[in-house]
T-cell receptor, first 116, second 113 residues
Framework: DVKVTQSSRYLVKRTGEKVFLECVQD?????MFWYRQDPGLGLRLIYF???????EKGDIPEGYSVSREKKERFSLILESASTNQTSMYLC???????????????FGAGSRLTVL | DAKTTQPPSMDCAEGRAANLPCNHS???????VYWYRQIHSQGPQYIIH???NNETNEMASLIITEDRKSSTLILPHATLRDTAVYYC??????????????FGKGTRLSVIA
């Protein structure tokens, strides 16, 4: 089975802290994604990546950056955490673009971040 | 991307078939229909997808109307573990410049004993 592992299930950080959310997949998937999920707003795409060192902005990239130095790892970075970034963060991966499995996403269990 | 319309919630008796509708009247000819579900406190899980023909796998069946303007996800024998939010998404193949999947609010299915 494809596994997408998010490093922390629960995090509590303070306003202004730099926060790293790590995601690792073990099936050699080309695509990786970061979503956040908030009550009443559903899942919203933050950033995604088609390949190593490539990144594309999603719908809500403000306040976030990403890093993809290795194919299996996609990191979400909050340079200076704010209370409105308290949320559930979900990482996903899929096969390469243009292939029928490219929209078949496998999600991690999620990381619930609280910013105080 | 075409948008979808789903009922906000549905109930289904355990052991009966759950039929979840989705309207996608503005779908274009090369857009696929995808279904995902999200069980409470977990990440979304892929169920099935299709373009024109009906599809079946070990989890569910997908029925797409001939004009492709709507579809139905069928869980043939719903169990309590099928209680979840079900998302119907319409999307092109993922290519540079195309938008990845956009998740709406879905249908909250409650399977009742």
């Amino acid at each position: 089975d494809v596994k997408v592992t998010q490093s922390s299930r629960y995090l509590v950080k303070r306003t202004g802290e730099k926060v790293f959310l790590e995601c690792v997949q073990d099936m050699d998937h080309e695509n990786m994604f970061w979503y956040r999920q908030d009550p009443g707003l559903g899942l919203r795409l933050i950033y995604f990546s088609y390949d190593v060192k490539m990144k594309e902005k999603g719908d809500i990239p403000e306040g976030y950056s990403v890093s993809r130095e290795k194919k299996e790892r996609f990191s979400l970075i909050l340079e200076s955490a704010s209370t409105n970034q308290t949320s559930m963060y979900l990482c996903a991966s899929s096969l390469g673009e243009g292939r029928s499995g490219a929209n078949v996403l496998t999600f991690g269990a999620g990381s619930r971040l609280t910013v105080l | 991307d075409a948008k979808t319309t789903q009922p906000p919630s549905m109930d289904c008796a355990e052991g009966r078939a759950a039929n979840l509708p989705c309207n996608h009247s503005t779908i274009s000819g090369n857009e696929y229909v995808y279904w995902y579900r999200q069980i409470h406190s977990q990440g979304p899980q892929y169920i099935i997808h299709g373009l024109k023909n009906n599809e079946t796998n070990e989890m569910a069946s997908l029925i797409i109307t001939e004009d492709r303007k709507s579809s139905t996800l069928i869980l043939p024998h719903a169990t309590l573990r099928d209680t979840a939010v079900y998302y119907c998404i319409v999307n092109l193949l993922l290519l540079s410049g195309n938008t990845p999947l956009v998740f709406g609010k879905g249908t909250r299915l409650s399977v009742i004993a």
